[in-house]
């Protein structure tokens, strides 16, 4: 079988290095990719928004099956765009179509759906320009802190915590009134602030079956202790110790069955991943928000803890046979750090020569904003560079296999965390 994954972070590596083991895959092609995929499989040169070069390639190369890793291809419409072509309809494609993908599209759509079929999550209102005073008014009878979100896609920057109702005023008008996330920030959720413990929990669907993955809790803080700006992830860790077998079973009857039920009653068929993101709130799970894909850099400690043939659970998945599929989990624990480039979430340079990654010994070490230069040197081309991945039988291993690689990883204005996953050592003391 020939694969095609889209997207060029840790995840689409991770999906990949995976992926080139099984003996299903025949070539395996990855687009954009980064430096790391290219090791593993062959990178177009493609954006993964560009459909109609993705349809070439897959007709060029006689793909069968095609991944879909970000989320900003499948809200787009991505899955519509192959059945609305009769060149394609026999080609499978991992990923929900844009009515699905409305779960992680539109924060309002996905809110309604919750209250629609009964799935615990934090009380909120929706707001547009056009009921602005409605919604200060609202705002102000809220206790604090209060959480505002845009209701679409805003790469991982649109949602507010604000302390204050000054604060959230200025940023419920800054949205609506300055269209600070443009388009996205057209609606805005105010929501109830959930105070507990976080984690994501990652269900695979084929339309009737589901299977669920192993759960992750990442690190979104840039600073240690989770202090500062929100970042796209700077750590995972799984399994996660406060997620018990008593509390998973509550997830899957309260939160994933009402889930994949009621999309189904909106007549959408979701072949996918499905991330929730959850709190953990005395030992009930509250839905945060759903994502349509696996998360980054979740993937890269779920990835190595799947000990079954990923290709063929990818196969399964597609041709909605995940019910006969033993999917095989390890018990070991995974830890990631992810190394960033000097200055992100702001602004940061790209180009750093990276130096030592082959030095790195007994870990995952998965790609993210990589490329190559000139000269075949690996290169930073993004502000998360790269995921480190130990995988070992207790999470203090883990934690120092994976602390010893971020170490060893050089590029000028390297930084990462030193404290991934020691809040969950403590909490198993």
């Given at each position: 079988?020939?694969?095609?994954?889209?997207?060029?972070?840790?995840?689409?590596?991770?999906?990949?290095w995976?992926?080139?083991?099984?003996?299903?895959c025949?070539?395996l092609y990855?687009?954009p990719?980064?430096?790391?995929?290219a090791a593993?499989?062959?990178?177009?040169s493609?954006?993964?928004?560009?459909?109609?070069a993705?349809?070439?390639?897959?007709l060029?190369?006689?793909?069968?099956?095609?991944?879909?890793?970000?989320?900003?291809?499948?809200?787009n419409g991505?899955?519509?765009?192959f059945?609305?072509?009769?060149?394609?309809?026999?080609?499978?494609?991992?990923g929900p179509n844009?009515?699905g993908?409305?779960?992680?599209?539109s924060?309002?759509?996905?809110?309604?759906?919750?209250?629609?079929?009964?799935?615990?999550?934090?009380?909120?209102?929706?707001?547009?320009v056009?009921?602005?005073?409605?919604?200060?008014?609202?705002?102000?009878?809220?206790p604090?802190p209060?959480?505002l979100?845009?209701?679409?896609?805003?790469?991982?920057?649109g949602v507010?915590?604000?302390?204050?109702h000054?604060?959230?005023?200025?940023?419920?008008?800054?949205?609506?009134l300055?269209?600070?996330?443009?388009?996205?920030?057209?609606?805005v959720v105010v929501e109830?602030?959930?105070k507990g413990?976080?984690l994501?929990?990652?269900?695979?669907?084929?339309?009737?079956?589901?299977?669920?993955?192993?759960e992750?809790?990442?690190?979104?803080?840039?600073?240690?202790?989770?202090?500062?700006?929100?970042?796209g992830?700077?750590?995972?860790?799984?399994?996660?110790?406060?997620a018990?077998?008593?509390?998973l079973?509550?997830?899957?009857?309260?939160?994933?069955?009402?889930?994949?039920?009621?999309?189904?009653?909106e007549?959408?068929?979701?072949?996918?991943?499905?991330?929730i993101g959850l709190?953990n709130i005395?030992?009930?799970?509250?839905?945060?928000?759903?994502?349509?894909r696996m998360?980054?850099?979740?993937?890269?400690?779920v990835?190595?803890?799947i000990q079954?043939?990923?290709a063929?659970l990818?196969?399964?998945?597609?041709k909605?046979?995940l019910?006969?599929f033993?999917?095989q989990?390890?018990p070991?624990?995974?830890?990631?750090?992810?190394?960033?480039?000097?200055?992100?979430?702001?602004?940061?340079?790209?180009?750093?020569?990276?130096s030592?990654?082959?030095?790195?010994e007994?870990?995952?070490?998965?790609?993210?904003?990589t490329?190559?230069n000139?000269?075949?040197e690996v290169?930073?081309?993004g502000?998360?560079?790269?995921?480190?991945?130990?995988?070992a039988?207790?999470?203090?291993?883990?934690?120092?296999?994976?602390?010893?690689?971020?170490?060893?990883?050089?590029?000028?204005?390297?930084?990462?965390?030193?404290?991934?996953?020691?809040?969950l050592?403590?909490?198993?003391d």
């Amino acid at each position: 079988m020939n694969i095609l994954i889209l997207g060029s972070g840790g995840r689409e590596h991770a999906f990949a290095w995976k992926i080139a083991q099984s003996p299903l895959c025949d070539s395996l092609y990855v687009a954009p990719g980064n430096a790391g995929t290219a090791a593993v499989a062959t990178n177009l040169s493609i954006s993964y928004n560009d459909f109609d070069a993705i349809a070439n390639a897959v007709l060029e190369n006689r793909i069968e099956l095609v991944i879909v890793g970000p989320e900003e291809p499948l809200v787009n419409g991505i899955v519509d765009y192959f059945e609305s072509r009769a060149d394609l309809s026999k080609v499978k494609i991992i990923g929900p179509n844009k009515a699905g993908a409305q779960l992680e599209g539109s924060k309002d759509f996905s809110k309604l759906f919750m209250q629609k079929y009964g799935i615990p999550t934090a009380s909120s209102k929706t707001f547009t320009v056009e009921t602005l005073e409605q919604g200060l008014e609202y705002l102000e009878a809220q206790p604090l802190p209060i959480v505002l979100k845009a209701d679409g896609l805003a790469a991982g920057k649109g949602v507010i915590i604000a302390e204050k109702h000054s604060e959230a005023e200025t940023a419920f008008r800054e949205m609506l009134l300055d269209r600070k996330f443009g388009d996205a920030g057209n609606k805005v959720v105010v929501e109830q602030f959930l105070k507990g413990i976080e984690l994501s929990v990652f269900v695979l669907s084929d339309g009737e079956h589901y299977k669920i993955l192993p759960e992750a809790k990442d690190y979104k803080r840039i600073g240690e202790n989770d202090t500062g700006l929100n970042t796209g992830g700077m750590g995972a860790v799984s399994p996660v110790a406060f997620a018990d077998a008593n509390f998973l079973k509550k997830v899957d009857e309260k939160v994933v069955k009402p889930t994949l039920h009621g999309l189904k009653s909106e007549g959408i068929k979701y072949v996918g991943f499905i991330f929730i993101g959850l709190m953990n709130i005395k030992g009930e799970p509250f839905v945060i928000e759903y994502n349509v894909r696996m998360g980054d850099p979740e993937t890269e400690v779920v990835i190595p803890r799947i000990q079954s043939d990923f290709a063929m659970l990818m196969a399964s998945t597609a041709k909605g046979t995940l019910n006969d599929f033993e999917l095989q989990i390890s018990p070991q624990v995974a830890v990631t750090t992810v190394v960033v480039s000097g200055g992100y979430p702001g602004d940061y340079e790209k180009g750093k020569v990276i130096s030592g990654s082959q030095k790195v010994e007994d870990v995952f070490l998965y790609h993210a904003g990589t490329t190559f230069n000139g000269n075949t040197e690996v290169v930073t081309n993004g502000g998360r560079v790269m995921a480190l991945t130990g995988l070992a039988n207790s999470l203090e291993n883990a934690v120092h296999k994976s602390q010893r690689a971020a170490q060893a990883v050089q590029f000028e204005g390297k930084y990462f965390r030193h404290d991934i996953g020691v809040d969950l050592i403590r909490y198993n003391d």
